[in-house]
């Protein structure tokens, strides 16, 4: 043991500080490409962590699970009806469904009214009017600021109530005033408000939450004549049942409701949300595939940089070597000698690449950040860097070797064979 | 006995087996002051780099300071030569980009010996040879002479039992010749270090006490040379 901490004392440290600083400039353009490698590596790293955390903010809160049924103009006649008729869906329809389906665990409607516009004592904003039942919340999650959201005695009892997204509640309050128990008008109907959805999300299933009063459907139903029927079926499958699998068993029972031909492609549109989140899942997967393969290319090809400098390096320094070696340098020492040069040129260098991803990833996050109004991670975890310490000290010592063996097998003879 | 060689045989085999020690006998006592003689291709490098535990030998026995030399791994070799020889080469074998003092520290560093005891010591050992005012200086920085007595710092200070000289006065003017050999002579009387200096000098090795002479891989007449008249251009001429 004693013998071995020989080799981490000071004096060798301060060898190895004078044979990297006598070749100032190879050394630094040896030790740049490291550099540069691991930035590269751990910058993409971050930097598709980052992209990745914008795009879940803007799917945030929506049940990833999920799928959407929206009726549409049939294309082929069937049971007597001619082509080009549309059909409606009803709340009897989501009956049928939750109880011929077990896989679903939520299923329930959505209905919007376009073009509104709210209105709080002088101010206005535009809006649309959207009526869910309380159960919608399995689709898309909200998040209150103020309040509560739509409850089931809401419905039973028609109540004029409405939860209004983050835009109208900007538009028509004041920063940090609680808008519950007021009133506000919407197509010439009050309503009370009571809750604020700030969910930030960017997913669009008739229209936004952002610009959402929100309403009771049965209220909106009987205020708009809209009966019993909805613009869309929303469903969320159970765990491990498949969406498309749902779909597929839902347009018979439609069909057979609505009579429209069960394979008439045209008669329904679906949304297969959960196949749209896998599919960019593993476009995000295969980024970051990439991301490694690339970033560790680079680095790899500058840990051979690094082993063929050292080589010359080695070549160079026969003389040197062979001197050492007869003034009573053990080969153990000369190898520990070029190893330790090899993985500290590579640390020191790579350090310098990590703290350069780090500021960078910094000034990315704080950027994206202040844009998205939501904290995104770019930055790398404490675990990914020491991650990146440990494959730089493996390629140093990797690319050491070759030079080390290289350099031990220099015989002290060869020192003075030179002239 | 310092030194004992029996029967030592070398064979360099490059492609054509080339027999360059033929049965090499030799015995040296402490505090002798030898120089080996030969024509170049006698075997006198050869018979160098074996004694200095720099290359092996096929057959036969080496001992030094009663140790058998044979069949030595590299790293007890390395540490053999580092406690027991100290080197003086003809190219002075600095390192370039070393002080003249931490070319003398280095064998101390390779024994663990801590920075500033290594650095007392080699200043120490400049000091005596009269180099203190150049312990900071470069070896490209230095005159000839003066990178042979680095050398000769560096070679004294693990205080070795046998110094070996590979021609020190080979890249020298004949002044500084004198000089070197003088001082090789003045380490051996008063330090009464054992030296062993290779040449193909008449004038080197008449400055030395017995001088051995080499001729086609076998030891020829041994002199003894105290009256130092052995030199055909007389005593104190080494002719370049």
């Keep these: 043991m004693k013998g071995l901490m020989k080799y981490f004392d000071v004096d060798r440290f301060r060898e190895i500080y004078q044979t990297l600083v006598r070749n100032r400039s190879r050394t630094i353009l040896t030790g740049f490409g490291v550099f540069w490698g691991i930035f590269m590596l751990l910058f993409m790293m971050g930097g598709g962590q980052g992209v990745k955390d914008m795009i879940q903010v803007e799917l945030q809160g929506f049940a990833t699970n999920s799928g959407f049924i929206v009726p549409m103009e049939t294309s082929v006649p069937y049971m007597g009806f001619k082509s080009g008729r549309t059909w409606t869906a009803t709340l009897d329809d989501i009956e049928h469904l939750r109880s011929n389906i077990p896989e679903i665990a939520t299923v329930t409607g959505n209905l919007s009214v376009w073009g509104g516009t709210a209105t709080y004592e002088e101010k206005t904003s535009s809006c649309q009017g959207r009526g869910v039942s309380p159960d919608y919340v399995n689709i898309e999650q909200p998040v209150l600021k103020y309040g509560r959201y739509i409850n089931a005695v809401d419905m039973a009892q028609e109540r004029k109530v409405c939860v209004i997204g983050k835009r109208v509640y900007n538009d028509l309050f004041e920063d940090g005033e609680d808008p519950c128990g007021k009133f506000i008008q919407m197509q010439g109907t009050y309503f009370q408000v009571?809750?604020?959805?700030?969910?930030?999300?960017?997913?669009?299933?008739?229209?936004?939450?952002?610009?959402?009063?929100?309403?009771?459907?049965?209220?909106?139903?009987?205020?708009?004549?809209?009966?019993?029927?909805?613009d869309l079926i929303c469903i969320v499958a159970k765990p491990g049942c498949k969406i498309k699998d749902i779909l597929a068993k839902a347009t018979p029972i439609l069909a057979k409701e609505h009579y429209f031909s069960p394979d008439d492609p045209k008669a329904l549109y679906n949304?297969?949300?959960?196949?749209?989140?896998?599919?960019?899942?593993?476009?995000?997967?295969?980024?970051?595939?990439?991301?490694?393969?690339?970033?560790?290319?680079?680095?790899?090809?500058?840990?051979?940089g690094v082993s063929n400098i050292m080589m010359v390096t080695v070549k160079e320094r026969t003389t040197e070597i062979g001197i050492r070696r007869a003034i009573g340098a053990t080969p153990s020492m000369i190898l520990s000698q070029i190893m330790l040069e090899s993985v500290i040129l590579t640390i020191v260098s790579g350090m310098m690449g990590i703290l350069l991803a780090v500021g960078s990833l910094s000034i990315a996050e704080n950027v994206a950040s202040a844009s998205a109004g939501v904290p995104i991670g770019f930055q790398l975890s404490f675990g990914t860097a020491v991650l990146g310490l440990i494959i730089l000290m493996v390629l140093g010592l990797l690319a050491g070797l070759a030079p080390a063996i290289r350099a031990m097998d220099i015989k002290p003879v060869d020192a003075m064979r030179e002239e | 006995m310092l030194i004992q060689l029996e029967d030592i045989n070398k064979t360099y085999d490059n492609g054509?087996?080339?027999?360059?020690?033929?049965?090499?006998?030799?015995?040296?006592?402490?505090?002798?002051?030898?120089?080996?003689?030969?024509?170049?291709?006698?075997?006198?490098?050869?018979?160098?780099?074996?004694?200095?535990?720099?290359?092996?030998?096929?057959?036969?026995?080496?001992?030094?300071?009663?140790?058998?030399?044979?069949?030595?791994?590299?790293?007890?070799?390395?540490?053999?030569?580092?406690?027991?020889?100290?080197?003086?080469?003809?190219?002075?074998?600095?390192?370039?980009?070393?002080?003249?003092?931490?070319?003398?520290?280095?064998?101390?560093?390779?024994?663990?010996?801590?920075?500033?005891?290594?650095?007392?010591?080699?200043?120490?050992?400049?000091?005596?040879?009269?180099?203190?005012?150049?312990?900071?200086?470069?070896?490209?920085?230095?005159?000839?002479?003066?990178?042979?007595?680095?050398?000769?710092?560096?070679?004294?200070?693990?205080?070795?039992?046998?110094?070996?000289?590979?021609?020190?006065?080979?890249?020298?003017?004949?002044?500084?010749?004198?000089?070197?050999?003088?001082?090789?002579?003045?380490?051996?009387?008063?330090?009464?270090?054992?030296?062993?200096?290779?040449?193909?000098?008449?004038?080197?090795?008449?400055?030395?006490?017995?001088?051995?002479?080499?001729?086609?891989?076998?030891?020829?007449?041994?002199?003894?040379?105290?009256?130092?008249?052995?030199?055909?251009?007389?005593?104190?001429?080494?002719?370049?």
């Design chain 2, 16 to 240: 054509q087996p080339l027999h360059v020690l033929k049965g090499v006998n030799l015995s040296i006592e402490e505090g002798e002051f030898v120089s080996i003689m030969g024509a170049s291709g006698s075997g006198k490098s050869t018979l160098l780099n074996i004694l200095g535990i720099l290359d092996t030998y096929d057959s036969g026995n080496y001992y030094l300071g009663g140790t058998l030399i044979k069949d030595l791994s590299e790293t007890q070799a390395a540490d053999y030569r580092n406690r027991m020889i100290g080197f003086i080469f003809q190219s002075y074998n600095l390192i370039g980009f070393k002080t003249a003092v931490e070319n003398v520290e280095l064998p101390l560093f390779y024994q663990g010996v801590p920075r500033r005891r290594r650095h007392e010591m080699a200043m120490d050992y400049l000091d005596k040879l009269g180099l203190k005012d150049w312990a900071g200086h470069y070896p490209n920085e230095m005159s000839g002479g003066q990178k042979q007595r680095v050398a000769i710092a560096r070679a004294l200070i693990t205080k070795p039992k046998i110094i070996l000289a590979d021609e020190p006065t080979g890249a020298l003017d004949s002044k500084t010749s004198v000089d070197i050999m003088n001082l090789l002579s003045t380490l051996n009387r008063e330090e009464k270090m054992t030296i062993i200096v290779v040449t193909h000098e008449s004038g080197v090795a008449n400055v030395t006490n017995k001088i051995v002479h080499i001729r086609d891989g076998v030891i020829g007449e041994i002199e003894q040379n105290i009256r130092h008249d052995s030199s055909p251009f007389g005593a104190d001429g080494i002719m370049k």
């Design chain 1, 271 to 304: 949304v297969n949300l959960e196949e749209l989140f896998s599919i960019m899942d593993n476009l995000f997967k295969g980024v970051s595939l990439l991301i490694w393969v690339v970033g560790f290319g680079t680095l790899l090809a500058a840990a051979i």
């Design chain 1, 194 to 230: 009571v809750g604020v959805d700030f969910s930030s999300g960017n997913v669009s299933i008739n229209g936004s939450a952002d610009e959402s009063v929100t309403i009771p459907m049965t209220v909106l139903q009987r205020l708009y004549n809209r009966g019993k029927t909805i």
